[in-house]
Structure formats: structure tokens, C-alpha cells
């Protein structure tokens, strides 16, 4: 029985058209997630008391780890209803909940105006943007999986992290004009930081009317005990959970290590200025992001396996040196070199694992069986990754966190070499499209 809803004769330029709208969301989701991040180094002061700096940074970074406690049941909820009610539903509902965050946190008084009111009610926005964001990569990379023809399916779902990169990349760029061409230093740290926000929660809007529009990628009317079912996903699929759990965690952990936590590191650590880490990182986003799609069509052509392992090998010999040596460095242009080397390294997990994951499950609980089980791990490890560097930094001991990041690539990598290879027996080829 066909679970589809993507017409026979779709071709390339349909199917891009649906990879575009669904991707136009999905950037403006993560850039409204990582607008935070991004500014976090102009509002810290804002939104708590005054103090070492070091430990204004580990307040935000601790707000910024508990909205990725809201993921997993973002995951659940959104990844329920996208299995039940359809992947737009989900999606729309998503980008609506994630533009009311940031309006939120745009609007939020100080805290010499309101007191402790302030960082509650960032807290609030930021619970907000956490459910939110925590449906949307289960949704989206259900989606891009679902709309991508069999032969280019790597290719096509590496939009995913493209546009995830993007939102980044939208931040940075903001944050740049801002620093260099709008405002000056005083100006952001007082007021010039709400504007991305703002910015995010009027794109949000665009994104909505975008998505409203969308094709819808399965049929849902068709009848399944198991639709959106979280008993029937541990109950019947618990393998693809724990290989999803496994392959997540070295990955997700050494992505915001090398993205969202790097700004902070090449200006705490690295000693260099605001403005030059916001460029180092702006430009190696970018190539970062060129680089998803190629590593997508090599896992067409290759397989998902052999591109998990290589980042497994490398992540795990590599890691410790590559940051022991950014540490160290007082070159900017040493630092850009060593961090693409990692980013290197990271693509061979970025580039594929929404399709890796999409593959695993069948169409009636594939959301949610993407999306759960994923935003379960990436609380515990990519959304404390920020948390445990800084606080290992204030403990005098930061190269503990560059070992305990090789280590959870370790235990990833051992389930990169007892998984199959998703391409060869995926759950998308066995159903009738």
C-alpha cells in the first residue's frame, strides 16, 4: 500500500521546488535558535548581574542548555503529529511557536529594570524555542528524505544542515553588519542586540505563509495502529532508537563544539577580539555549508557507512590535538585552518545523518522515530556541550572537555561499525512509492 503523496512524474525541478520550501523554514528556525547563541556575548550582562564574565557567559549558556531540555518533547510532540496529522501541519505549527520565542526575547526588560523577571522570562522564550526547534529537525529531515528520489536522497537531504548551517550563517552575518557597518560596541551591548530577534520573529512570518503552501510528502489518511505511536516505537523499532541515539552523540556533541561554542572559545581561550572571531566563524560557516551537499552525493554513490566511519576514525584521533593546538594558537589564520580541519571531519555526520535516520524507520512513526529519540540526545550532549567547556575552563582544567568529546565520538563510532548501511536497506526503498 503506497504511503506517498508525491506525484509519479515528480522531476528534478519539482522536487527541488518541495526541498525549497521546506528548507526556507528550517533556516529561519535555526536562525532564530542560534541568534542567541550568537549574541549571547552582548546580552549576558543584560539579563543577570553584574560580575566575572566568565560566569555571565555560564548563565546564558545554562539557559541556552535547558532549551534543549524543551527538544525532546518538541520531538515527541511535533513528531507525533507529523506522523498523525502530516509533515506541513507539523512544520507550520513549528516555525509559528519558534517566531513568538524570539518576539519574547526581543520585548524582555533588563535586569536592572525588572530584576530577577528578566532571565525567568528569558528562560520562558527560550523553553519556547526549545519545543519548537526540537520538532522541527525531526519534521524537516523526514520531510527532505520523503520528497528526494532513491539515487539522490543524500544529496537532497543535506539541505537539511545546509539550511541549519544557514540559520547560523544568518545570525553571524547580522551580528557583522551590525558590529562593522550600524552600531558600535556600546550601542549593541545596550540595545543593538534585540534586533536580530526581531528580525528573526518577522522572518518566522515569512516561513509560515511558505510553509502553508507546502506539498504534503505521505499519505495520512491510511489507517496504522502504530502512526505517531511512542509505545510502538520502543516496542517495535527499538534497534533503529538506540542506533539513532548512538549515532547522534559523538556527532551532535562535536558540532557545537566546532560551531556554537567555538565563537566563545576563540575569544575566551584564543584571546581573540568579538569582531574577529565573528568573521573566522562566519567564513568557515559558510564553506561549511558548501560542503554538506558534496558529502551528500558522495554518500549516493558510496554508501552512508563509509562516510560515518571516516568521521568516527578521524573525530576520535583527532580531536584533542586539533583543539589542544586552536588553544594554543595566537594566529587567526591558525585557527581558521584548524577548525575547517575539523569541520572537515564533522561533514562526514552533518552531511547525511537526517537520511540516515529517515531511513531507519517506517513512513507511519518515521517523524517521531527521527525526531524523539534524536532530541533526546542532543539534550545531554550537544546542549551541554557549551555548558561543560566553559565550566571546565572556570575549573582550571578545560582540556578535560577536548578528551570527553573523543570519547563520545568513540562510542559513536562503534555504532557506525556494527550498523548496516542504511542505503543498501532503507525502509524508503521496501515501501511502494
Not at 524543551?70 to 513549528?94: E, N, Q, V, Y
Request: aromatic share 14%; charged share 15%; hydrophobic share 50%.
Amino acid at each position: 500500500m503506497t504511503t506517498s503523496t508525491i506525484p509519479k512524474n515528480a522531476g528534478t525541478a519539482w522536487r527541488l521546488k518541495a526541498i525549497f520550501t521546506g528548507s526556507v523554514g528550517n533556516l529561519v528556525e535555526w536562525y532564530d535558535w542560534y541568534a542567541y547563541a550568537a549574541f549571547a556575548l552582548y546580552f549576558a550582562p543584560v539579563f543577570f548581574p553584574k560580575g566575572n564574565p566568565t560566569v555571565q557567559l555560564l548563565n546564558t549558556a545554562a539557559i541556552f542548555a535547558v532549551g534543549f531540555l524543551m527538544r525532546p518533547i518538541g520531538g515527541w510532540l511535533f513528531g507525533s503529529i507529523a506522523d498523525k496529522r502530516g509533515r506541513k501541519t507539523a512544520m507550520t505549527l513549528s516555525v509559528m511557536l519558534m517566531s513568538f520565542g524570539s518576539f519574547m526575547i526581543a520585548c524582555t526588560p533588563s535586569y536592572s529594570s525588572i530584576g530577577m523577571a528578566a532571565p525567568v522570562l528569558l528562560l520562558l522564550a527560550r523553553l519556547l524555542q526549545g519545543l519548537s526547534v526540537g520538532g522541527e529537525y525531526g519534521t524537516s529531515a523526514t520531510y527532505l528524505s520523503e520528497v528526494a528520489d532513491s539515487n539522490r536522497r543524500g544529496f537532497f537531504s543535506s539541505f537539511q544542515y545546509v539550511t541549519l548551517i544557514g540559520g547560523q550563517l544568518l545570525a553571524l552575518g547580522i551580528q557583522l553588519l551590525l558590529q562593522k557597518v550600524f552600531l558600535d560596541k556600546e550601542q549593541l551591548a545596550e540595545w543593538g542586540w534585540r534586533i536580530p530577534f526581531v528580525i528573526g520573529a518577522m522572518l518566522a512570518l515569512v516561513a509560515l505563509y511558505l510553509r502553508r503552501n507546502m506539498h504534503e510528502s505521505v499519505n495520512v489518511d491510511i489507517k496504522k495502529k502504530e502512526r505517531g505511536s511512542v509505545k510502538a516505537l520502543f516496542k517495535n523499532h527499538p534497534k533503529a532508537v538506540l542506533t539513532v541515539i548512538g549515532l547522534t552523540m559523538g556527532g551532535t556533541l562535536a558540532f557545537y563544539t566546532y560551531t556554537t561554542y567555538m565563537q566563545k572559545f576563540l575569544v575566551n581561550t584564543v584571546k581573540l577580539t568579538t569582531e574577529q572571531s565573528t568573521l573566522i566563524t562566519f567564513c568557515l560557516m559558510l564553506i561549511y555549508a558548501l560542503l554538506q551537499p558534496l558529502f551528500g552525493m558522495l554518500s549516493d554513490k558510496v554508501g552512508r557507512k563509509p562516510l560515518l566511519m571516516g568521521f568516527g576514525i578521524l573525530g576520535t584521533i583527532f580531536t584533542v590535538p586539533i583543539l589542544t593546538a586552536i588553544s594554543h594558537t595566537t594566529s587567526p589564520w591558525s585557527a581558521f585552518f584548524l577548525i575547517l580541519a575539523a569541520l572537515l571531519i564533522v561533514s562526514g555526520y552533518t552531511s547525511i545523518n537526517a537520511v540516515v535516520k529517515a531511513e531507519l524507520f517506517p513512513a507511519e512513526i518515521r517523524a517521531l522515530g527521527v525526531g524523539f529519540p534524536y532530541a533526546m540526545t542532543v539534550a545531554l550532549f550537544g546542549g551541554t556541550a557549551e555548558y561543560l567547556a566553559l565550566w571546565f575552563k572556570d575549573l582550571g582544567h578545560e582540556p578535560w572537555y577536548y578528551w570527553y568529546v573523543a570519547f563520545c565520538i568513540f562510542i559513536s563510532l562503534i555504532v557506525y561499525t556494527v550498523s548496516k548501511d542504511s542505503r543498501k536497506d532503507s525502509y524508503m526503498d521496501k515501501e511502494q512509492l
